[in-house]
């Protein structure tokens, strides 16, 4: 695929093509240009080839700009409005319910609304850029007002939920460029980068690249280069994830990934996404001896605790994997654990030669992570966010160590019976039994439990199966004694036993399959270590236990083997 140009490489080849071209060649392109243009742009056409451009008013600007700013106040003031009724929608399920808005448009507002935004454009292509960038400013932050007549309340809209309400058709985005541009026009400087990063922090402007804003308006910006060197330098001293981003977009504009990789040493302190944004550049790009360079070089100066750190970690492994680079490999796996102190990081590290020695470490090393997590203070920083881990993700990261014994008695303390979903007993039951269970094949009713455990942990869907593969790479590793087995066999038969009555017994049909699931895998758990039939043998026990429930009896059928 190839790739695509940005504005300034797109502006300089069409300029390099237009100076090979003779006068003759360029009439004849534009009269070509013209006579394939659509109907409805053909005025607009025209008028690009005016100094002065020229737009169809019915009525004078002056005239338009005092009744716009006239109108703009009612709304403002609320002397014009929307009116609106709320009442509860109600969903299957039995909490299932929210609270939902119809409006009604008595001033038509919307209506208005359309005119006003076409008036603002034509104003900008007046070039009349300082009274366009006042209105457009005005208009795209004024709340609007909607009463609820019933309960005689007022709420305010943001345009944005105007469009989302279908009370006015608008092409937000581009409304957002034409504000942005008719503001670069007037300003300069700081000023102009703060404003149009107050902007870009608005809803409407999401999504919105720097680069787009190049491509609007009537005639071509000025002195571009000259603004990305102050946007550069105002986004590298600008805290918060937008910063980072739109940072890491100004210097590929600039001067590609040498530019992105220059700031990032320089920037890393506030900015630790660039290192990463890099990275992953460099990996999409196939550079992968230039990314490892650069992410072994970014793990050695970026704090440990920083989460972002381990993805670069990450990075630069999968970049190792590709050149078969074990001491790389290694160095990453144990650098992503100790920023990312995930089970995923942490099953992986038995892929390593010195395994034992370097989980027990790491183990230790999760013990000492504070367990509240910083995602309050740093949800608009992401990039800042520090490595924590709960209790029960220790506890996980424990039994996989091999402290059977201790998560074992653990466990013992415990009498929930019901609310598993919710419970770290809900996790480990399964994992005993997955952990007894001696054939490497995995079954239907214990891909179930898997199924269960990846739930409960939260994991991804592209995880799911790296956790399948993991759980069985690090199985073969683990030896139990006979002892051990006899022990945890025992307690898993008391806690199914109770947990079959808690649900079964007490009706609750919607975890009739869970029951199954841990029933026909602790079976199939008892005949992989011997005893005859064992599988059979245990879901009939259980059957006759409840030999009315015949809704129970049939979430068996899904576990069989073709």
């Known amino acids: 695929m190839r790739k695509a140009m940005n504005y300034s490489e797109f502006m300089k080849a ?152 279908k009370l006015v058709t608008l092409d937000l985005k581009r409304i957002a460029l034409n504000m942005m541009y008719a503001k670069y026009q007037v300003t300069e400087g700081e000023e102009r980068a703060v404003t149009l990063y107050r902007y870009l922090s608005w809803d ?52 590609g990934i040498s530019r992105l990789c220059e700031v990032a040493r320089e920037a890393w302190e506030r900015h630790p996404v660039l290192y990463h944004h890099a990275c992953k550049y460099l990996l999409h790009e196939k550079k992968e001896v230039e990314c490892i360079k650069l992410a072994m070089e970014a793990i050695s100066v970026l704090p440990e605790k920083l989460l972002i750190r381990g993805n670069i970690a990450d990075l630069a492994a999968k970049a190792a994997v590709q050149l078969e680079d074990t001491d790389i490999i290694n160095q990453c796996y144990e650098a992503a654990f100790y920023s990312q102190s995930t089970l995923y990081h942490y099953l992986r590290l038995f892929e390593l030669s010195d395994y034992q020695n370097i989980a027990d470490r790491a183990v230790k090393y999760a013990k000492t992570l504070p367990e509240n997590s910083m995602w309050e203070e740093y949800h608009k920083n992401k990039q800042m966010m520090v490595n924590s881990i709960s209790k029960e993700h220790k506890m996980l990261l424990r039994f996989f160590n091999g402290e059977f014994d201790y998560i074992y008695e653990e466990c013992k303390k415990d009498r929930i019976t019901l609310g598993w979903s919710s419970n770290f007993k809900g996790t480990v039951v399964p994992l005993f039994i997955l952990l007894l269970y001696k054939n490497k094949k995995i079954t239907k009713a214990g891909q179930r439990l898997i199924d269960g455990i990846e739930y409960r942990l939260g994991s991804t869907e592209d995880y799911r199966q790296s956790f399948t593969d993991q759980f069985l790479g690090w199985k073969e590793k683990v030896v139990l004694r006979n002892e051990q087995y006899e022990k945890y066999i025992g307690w898993l038969k008391e806690e199914i036993d109770k947990r079959t009555e808690a649900v079964v017994g007490g009706n609750h049909r919607k975890s009739y399959y869970k029951a199954a699931a841990l029933i026909t895998a602790l079976g199939e758990t008892l005949e992989s270590n011997g005893k005859l039939h064992g599988r059979m043998v245990t879901i009939e026990h259980y059957k006759k236990m409840h030999p009315r429930k015949r809704a129970f009896k049939a979430e068996f059928e899904q576990f069989n083997e073709e």
């Open 14 to 165: 069409v300029d390099e093509k237009l100076s090979d071209m003779s006068e003759v060649e360029k009439t004849e392109w534009i009269h070509n240009m013209a006579r394939t243009t659509n109907e409805n742009q053909r005025i607009i056409f025209l008028n690009s080839l005016t100094k002065k451009q020229e737009y169809c008013l019915e009525i004078s600007i002056k005239k338009e700009i005092k009744e716009l700013e006239d109108w703009c106040r009612k709304v403002k003031d609320a002397e014009i409005y929307f009116e609106c009724s709320g009442y509860e929608e109600y969903g299957d399920g039995y909490w299932d319910s929210d609270y939902t808005y119809e409006y009604s448009d008595i001033f038509e507002i919307g209506k208005e609304l359309s005119r006003v935004f076409q008036i603002l454009e034509g104003l900008l292509f007046q070039k009349e850029y300082q009274q366009a960038a006042a209105l457009y400013d005005v208009l795209c932050s004024i709340p609007f007002s909607a009463l609820d007549s019933d309960i005689e309340e007022w709420s305010e809209l943001e345009l944005e939920e105007l469009v989302e309400e």
């Open 204 to 255: 409407m402007c999401k999504n919105i690249k720097v680069e787009e804003l190049f491509t609007v308006g009537p005639e071509e910006l000025k002195g571009i280069d000259g603004f990305m060197e102050d946007w550069i330098s105002f986004l590298k001293n600008t805290n918060g994830d937008q910063a980072g981003g739109l940072l890491s977009e100004a210097c590929i504009y600039q001067g």
